[in-house]
């Protein structure tokens, strides 16, 4: 099984500052990584598929990127909507999907 | 506009068997996988299994591998996800989500169906 870890477990950041998430794989998944947000008491919400394009709807504020083993997920400017956790997924063996821990983003 | 609508919250002894649904609507439904996700209270994520609704080839993760069974109906447009032998361990939150074109993450998600197992 592909075992993702993310880091960090939480971050705290300022209103209009940069968060960057990380992702990292056991093995390589190629681009096969998503990205998901997850308020409470809500289901997740698809933001980045294929490690780099955001899905539809998504402000341009969410950037992803990475292949292989290492990921990263950037909030360039955090508004306060974005408090949330957020998920990485791969995708790149059938049906063997997995997902990380999450990483908890906070408003400081 | 895609709907995924998730039937309601089910309390279960243990031991049990709880079986949900999830209706799916506002595109062709043999076109796209249907996944299931558990995630337990305060949790992590955790991939159950797939269905291809076109022949109801499925794929089940490790960890549910006999204890997990998800159908579809063509007719009604409805997945299901069915799991056996519940124990506390099973309480959770479970969401089933269309795969996206071109690639199995998940595009829309369900509401998520709110599973307690108790004696």
């Not at chain 2, 609507?25 to 991939?47: C, K, M, N, R």
């Not at chain 2, 960890?63 to 007719?75: C, E, L, W």
Request: with cysteine; proline share 4%; charged share 15%.
């Amino acid at each position: 099984e592909i075992l993702l870890t993310q880091s960090p477990a939480t971050l705290s950041v300022s209103p209009g500052e940069r968060a960057t998430l990380s992702c990292r794989a056991s093995q390589s998944v190629s681009g096969n990584l998503a990205w998901y947000q997850q308020k409470p008491g809500q289901a997740p919400r698809l933001l980045i598929y294929g490690s780099s394009t955001r899905a539809t709807g998504i402000p341009a504020r969410f950037s992803g990127r990475g292949s292989e083993t290492e990921f990263t997920l950037t909030i360039s400017s955090l508004q306060s909507e974005d408090s949330a956790i957020y998920f990485c997924q791969q995708y790149e063996y059938w049906a063997r999907f997995t997902f990380g821990p999450g990483t908890k983003v906070e408003i400081k | 506009e895609v709907q995924v609508e998730q039937s309601g919250a089910e309390l279960k002894k243990p031991g049990a068997t709880v079986k949900i649904s999830c209706k799916l609507s506002g595109y062709t439904f043999t076109d796209f996988y249907i996944h299931w996700v558990q995630q337990a209270p305060g949790g992590g994520l955790e991939y159950m299994g797939l269905i291809d609704p076109k022949d109801g080839e499925t794929k089940y993760a490790v960890k549910f591998q006999g204890r997990v069974t998800i159908t579809a109906d063509t007719s009604t447009d409805t997945v299901s996800m069915q799991l056996n032998s519940l124990t506390s361990a099973d309480t959770a939150l479970y969401f089933c989500g269309k795969a996206a074109v071109g690639g199995n993450w998940i595009q829309t998600w369900g509401q998520g169906t709110l599973v307690i197992v108790s004696s």
